[in-house]
C-alpha cells in the first residue's frame, strides 16, 4: 500500500461554544494543509467525514471547506458516512484515490457539531445508525443497544462491573496526559464501579461512565503517494488496512462476538505479516466500555468471556505490553462522530513520529487503529508504521 500520512490537524475536543461545522471543517483543514508542508492547491481532491443525520440545519458540506480556502475552489470533494466509522471512510477514500493513481495528495476531514442539539434529541438521532425497522423503540437511544449487548454478556460470563470500570477508569486516566480531549478529568476507580447520582446507571448495567461523550471536533489528515511522501518532513504509511461490513439488524448476527472486528482484524495483522505482539499501541473505538472489552477478545488478545482478564493483568494500561488508547479513547477525549476516526489516525501517526508529547509511548514503531460504526457493522482496521 502506497498511501501516506504526511499531514494533520486536529481541534480540540467538547463543548465548543461559537464553533460550527464550517468553522471546524476549515479550521482542521487549514492545520493539516499547513503540518504538510504543501500549498492547498496541491489538494488533488478532498474527502469530508460527517454524519451529521440532523445535528445540523446545513446538510450539504462537501464545499464547506472552500469557504475558508478558496484555493481548493473547482477541485472534487465528495462527503461520505459510514455511523461511527464516518472518519476512517474519508481516509479510506483518499488513500484508495491515490494508489488507483487518479490524485497525489488527498486531504480528508472528520466533523461533527453534537453539543447544539438538545440532549432529548441526540439518542433518536443516532439510532439512525442502528438497523430503524427493527431497533429503534421509543425512548431509546444506541446506550440502548450496547446495554443490551452489556446484559447478554453479563448473562453469560458473569457480572463484569469491575472490568468497565477500570476501563473507563484508564482511559480517563490517559486523557488527562491529552490536551485536545474533552474531559481531562482523573475519575478513578471507584468513583467508576460505584452507582451514584453523579454516575447512575443508564441502560442495563451501563453507568455514565461506561459511555462515550457528546462532542464536538474535527480532525483532518493530508495524504499522499509513497513517492512525494518520501521528501516530506514526516510521514507515516499503511502497513495494512481493512474494512469489513457484517449484516446490520443485531437479529441476525450473534452479537457478543463482534464477527466483524475480529474479521477487520485478522485481514489487517495477516496483510501487514505481522501479530498483535509487533504491535506497540492501539487506538480502539471505545463508544461503550463494553465495546473496548469485546474488542480485546475480537482482536485476540483473550477468549471469548476473558477480556477482564486484560483488565486484570494491566497490559493495556498505558505502561502496560499494549498501551490501548493513550490518547484518552472516545471517553476521555470525545467522540464527534465524523471526526473520531481522523482523529484516532492522527493519535496513533503522532505516537509512530515521536510527536505525541506527554502522551508518547517511547520507541512506539507500530500501531493498530479499530473504528466502528454501529454494533460492529462498519469495521475498519489500519496498521500503521513511520515510513522507512
Known sequence: MSACIVGWGHTKFGKLEGEDVESLTITAAKSAIADAGIAPADIDAIYLGWLNSGFSVQDFGSSLVMNGIEEL???PATRVENACATGS???????????????RCVLAIGVEKMTDTP??????????????????KQGCGFVDIFGDLATAYFEKYGDQSEALAAIAAKNHRNGCDNPLAHLRKDLGFDFCNTISDKNPLVSGPLRRTDCSLISDGAAAVVLTNREMAQSMDKAVTFKSRSQVNDLLPV??????????????WSQSLAAANVTLDDLDLVETHDCFTIAELLEYEAMGLAAPGHGADVVKEGSTNADGKLPVNRSGGLKSKGHPIGATGISMHVMTAMQLCGLAGD????????GGVFNMGGLAVANYCSILEPLG
Open 251 to 264: 437479529s441476525r448476527r450473534d452479537t457478543l462476538s463482534f464477527e466483524g472486528c475480529a474479521e477487520a
Open 73 to 75: 475552489r473547482f477541485k
Open 89 to 103: 471512510a474519508a481516509i479510506y477514500q483518499g488513500a484508495n484515490l491515490i494508489e488507483a493513481g487518479h490524485a
Open 359 to 366: 502522551l508518547q509511548i517511547p520507541g512506539a514503531t507500530l
Open 119 to 136: 440532549p432529548a434529541e441526540i439518542g433518536p438521532i443516532l439510532m439512525h445508525c442502528s438497523y430503524v425497522r427493527e431497533e429503534v
